[in-house]
């Protein structure tokens, strides 16, 4: 099934308004560039490991890609705590607009 007929939070993605938050499975996001010098930081995904999923943000997903531009840590952290969905903000945007 392609990305963009997933069912996401009870809509599919063409029905979810831009901005709208939804849960989105973890294995149709991709990672984006960063502009942070260490790209990974394992300890501090692991700190966030240690929160409660609902305490934290939303992750920014770039629309149509499912390409992450904000929240890679808290991607890492859901995958740490053995969870298989994560809250999501999508957003439309270029790559170059969105980095």
Excluded at 14 to 43: C, F, H, M, T, Y
Excluded at 45 to 58: D, G, K, N, S
Aim: aromatic share 2%; no cysteine; hydrophobic share 45%.
């Amino acid at each position: 099934m392609p990305r963009t007929a997933q069912r996401l939070g009870g809509r599919s993605l063409a029905e979810a308004r831009l901005g709208d938050e939804l849960v989105v499975k973890l294995s149709s996001l991709r990672r984006g560039k960063s502009p942070r010098l260490v790209r990974e930081d394992l300890e501090y995904a692991r700190a966030l490991a240690e929160v409660e999923a609902q305490l934290l943000p939303p992750v920014v997903v770039l629309a149509g890609a499912m390409t992450v531009v904000d929240g890679w840590h808290i991607v890492l952290a859901a995958r740490i705590r053995g969870e298989e969905e994560v809250r999501a903000r999508m957003l439309e945007a270029s790559d170059e607009e969105a980095t």
